[in-house]
């Protein structure tokens, strides 16, 4: 019984893990997420996702404490890339991006991995 319930906590803690999309960056047939500046403090970060395995559009956007400040979309392919400097001046630790490839993952968020929120 203790087995048991040690597999379902287990479990329970990789499925909670791939729903906030942790790590900050992974790949999913195609690479996307969040991407650092230079700096962790310089509030220059990306949301991106590459191209390939034939998906046909691709969203990214830039989040900064929860609330959306910009984004960008291509299609029917190609990498979509949106840098917070267009958009504003943000702190990166509060910076989360938003990634979409259609036919390939679902729209989810990924943070900075210096995460301050």
């Given at each position: 019984?203790?087995?048991?319930?040690?597999?379902?906590?287990?479990?329970?803690?990789?499925?909670?893990?791939?729903?906030?999309?942790?790590?900050?960056?992974?790949?999913?047939?195609?690479?996307?997420?969040?991407?650092?500046?230079?700096?962790?403090?310089?509030?220059?970060?990306?949301?991106?996702?590459?191209?390939?395995?034939?998906?046909?559009?691709?969203?990214?956007?830039?989040?900064?404490?929860?609330?959306?400040?910009?984004?960008?979309?291509?299609?029917?392919?190609?990498?979509?890339?949106?840098?917070?400097?267009?958009?504003?001046?943000y702190t990166e630790c509060a910076?989360?991006?938003?990634?979409?490839?259609?036919?390939?993952?679902?729209?989810?968020?990924?943070?900075?991995?210096?995460?301050?929120?």
């Amino acid at each position: 019984m203790i087995m048991l319930a040690l597999l379902c906590a287990f479990s329970f803690g990789a499925i909670v893990r791939v729903a906030t999309a942790d790590p900050s960056y992974h790949t999913n047939c195609v690479g996307h997420g969040f991407l650092e500046g230079a700096d962790y403090t310089d509030g220059s970060f990306f949301a991106r996702v590459d191209d390939g395995c034939n998906s046909g559009y691709h969203e990214c956007a830039i989040y900064s404490y929860g609330v959306w400040r910009g984004g960008t979309a291509t299609g029917p392919a190609g990498i979509c890339n949106a840098w917070s400097r267009n958009y504003g001046n943000y702190t990166e630790c509060a910076g989360s991006a938003y990634t979409y490839a259609s036919g390939l993952f679902s729209g989810h968020f990924h943070y900075a991995p210096n995460r301050c929120i």
